[in-house]
C-alpha cells in the first residue's frame, strides 16, 4: 500500500520552533534499538523518508527499529514496511486517541478486528501503542478507551505478542487494568512517563519499562528516578519519533538515529558505561520481540 506520510501536528509555539535535524551523534560501540518510532509521521524543513531515516539510525549503531502503528491504516503500512525491510518490525494498534473518535463513527470494534487480523504476520511482534490517555481524552471518552486498550491486552495474549502501552496522566487506570485482567507475558510501557512508585510495580511485575528523550528533561526528576529504580533487565530505549527529542535538541525534529544521546544520559544517570547499558538494552529489546 502506499505510504500514509503525514505531517505532525502543528502546536502552539510551532511558528519559531527550529525545525532543522540535529547533528548525528558519536556512533554507539555497542548496537542497539528503537523500541517505538513512527515512521509514518513527516516532520522538519526536510522530512527524512523511512529509507533514509533507516540508514541515518544504522550509520550510529541503531541496527533496528519497532515501527508503530496508531490506526488501521497505520498499522497496516507498519507491518508491510516490516515485512519489506529487514530492518523494521511492527506494532499495530489503535491509539487510545482514536478509540472515542471510532466509537463516535460505530467503527471501534471494526478496526479493532482489523488490528487482531495484522497481530497474525509473522513480523508483527506487538500490540501498541495502545492503552490510556485522560489527557487529551475526557470523561466522555474513557469508556471506549477501556474498552479498546482491554481487547488489544487480549489481542496480545491471543498471538503471543509484547505489548506497548500509551499512558498519559492515566497511570492508577492503567496498573489497576492491568493487575485486574492480566498483563500479557512482556508488556512495555512506552515513553515511560510514570515515577519511582510505579516503577517498582512495573518491577515487580516483570514489566519493561521504555525511556524515550524525556528522561534527559529538566523537569523530568520522577522518570530519572524511575530509572535509578528499574531492575536493568527491564530497561529499553527508544524515540518516540518525531516527538519527544532529548536535551540539548528539545523540540527540534527526533528521529533514530538520535537514541545514542538519550543512552549516553541514562548511562551517566545510572553512573555506568554506555556500552555496558547498550548491551543490556540490546538484549532485552530481543527478549521482548525476538530477532530481526
Known sequence: MSEPLRARNAKEGDLTRDLSFPPAPEPLTVPVYDNHTHLEIADGENPLPPEESLAMAAAVGIKGVVQVGTDLETSEWSADLADRDARVLAAVAIHPNEAPRLHERGLLDEHIEGIAALATRDRVRAIGETGLDFFRTDENGRAPQMHSFEAHIDIAKANNRALQIHDRDAHGAVMETLLRVGAPEKTVLHCFSADGEFARVCDDNGWYLSFA???????????????????????????DAPFLTPTPFRGRPNASYMIPYTLRFMAEHLGIDPNELAADIARNT??????W
Do not use: P, W
Open 213 to 239: 528523550g524525556t528522561v534527559t528533561f529538566g523537569n523530568a526528576k520522577g522518570i530519572r528516578e524511575a530509572l535509578s529504580i528499574a531492575s536493568r533487565d527491564r530497561i529499553l530505549i527508544e524515540t
Open 286 to 291: 530481543e527478549s521482548v520481540y525476538g530477532q
